[in-house]
């Protein structure tokens, strides 16, 4: 099972807000982060950096790994996407200057990352790590799993 891309309209209605965002803090979103974010954004899922890089080669575009990697902290610094450390892939935010403490459930079966913001669900399990002599990085914690829609598709389809 495959996830559909974005639509266009949604794609390029999320990149608009996107770039008054940048507008408003005054940051630079250059061409290429632009490219990069309407990238990931399009995927509707987590994407790793090789698969930005081969994207951006078949619109004929000369990237490299480094100028990839710095659009994606670029974006990652304004909060425009989610870096998931354990898959080494970004996911785009559809909410920057949210307090990003919650949980992407990511579906194993259709690749779809569904990003919630809701910090009781992880705040409990921070505080609670302490006692294990652990420091969680910030950022979202990532769920595997099946997502509604695959739910639904296994138990009726
Ligand atoms: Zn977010
Ligand atoms: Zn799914």
Redesign the pocket.
């Known amino acids: ?1 495959r ?1 559909k891309s974005l639509h266009p309209d949604r794609v390029r209605a999320w990149l608009a807000r996107a770039e008054a965002w940048c507008r408003a803090r005054g940051s630079n979103l250059t061409p290429l982060r632009r490219e990069v974010l309407e990238l990931v954004i399009a995927r509707g899922r987590p994407v790793r950096a090789y698969e930005l890089l081969d994207a951006l080669r078949a619109r004929g575009r000369a990237g490299s790994p480094p100028t990839v990697y710095r659009a994606l902290e670029f974006l990652e610094a304004e909060g425009l996407v989610h870096r998931l450390s354990a898959r080494k892939a970004w996911l785009a935010c559809p909410e920057p200057g949210h307090d990003h403490a919650g949980v992407v459930l990511s ?6 990352a569904l990003e919630v913001d809701d910090a009781s669900l992880v705040e409990p399990l921070l505080a609670r790590l302490d006692a294990y002599g652990f420091e969680p990085e910030a950022g979202l914690l990532e769920v595997p799993g ?6 639904q ?1 296994r138990d009726h389809g």
Do not use: A, Y
Request: include cysteine; glycine fraction near 6%.
């Open positions: 099972m996830i579906c194993r079966h259709c690749g779809r099946t997502c509604d829609w695959c739910r598709e």
